[in-house]
């Protein structure tokens, strides 16, 4: 295999070939690893190719890491910010929970790229246990009564 690559969206693979390289094998060995995986209908994997060869975004292992850490950072952000304004704080304590949400973000995401599986089961058991951290950690800068909005607040983004 000469390289391998994923969209933006992680839902496509590309498989650059050798030439001589035994197909069947590379499907079956595809299948062991991801058993939902299928080839996408022929016009829509000719869009793909030619969407590559065009110069689509098509990554490597590293860069979705990578692009997975700036989505924790922006992710982390948006909800600190939410949660700040909801809760009321004052900029100290807004950029206290920010700095300890971007760090349990980027956490949780860096232990799912590296268990590998992608977003299930797992991805979930890490975002609620970020968020347990999340709540335990702001009790050395936040009020009991905004330890227990920040909770309200974490449950209802989790969908707990």
Known sequence: MRETRVDHSGRYF???????????????????????ACRPESHVETELIDGYIGGKRWMRAGETAQLSREEAHILA????????????????KAQ???AVMDEETVAAFDRIH????GLGP?????FQDGARRVIERSRSFLSEQEVVHLSEYIARFMGD
């Not at 797992?122 to 890490?126: K, L």
């Open 122 to 126: 797992r991805a979930h058991q890490e």
């Open 14 to 36: 590309l498989l650059a070939l050798t030439p001589g390289t035994n197909v069947r094998a590379i499907e079956k060995r595809v299948q062991e690893v991801l058993p939902d």
């Open 77 to 92: 952000a948006r909800h600190a910010s939410d949660a700040a304004k909801s809760l009321g704080l004052d900029e100290g």
């Open 96 to 98: 206290k929970l920010l």
């Open 114 to 117: 590296a268990a590998g599986g």
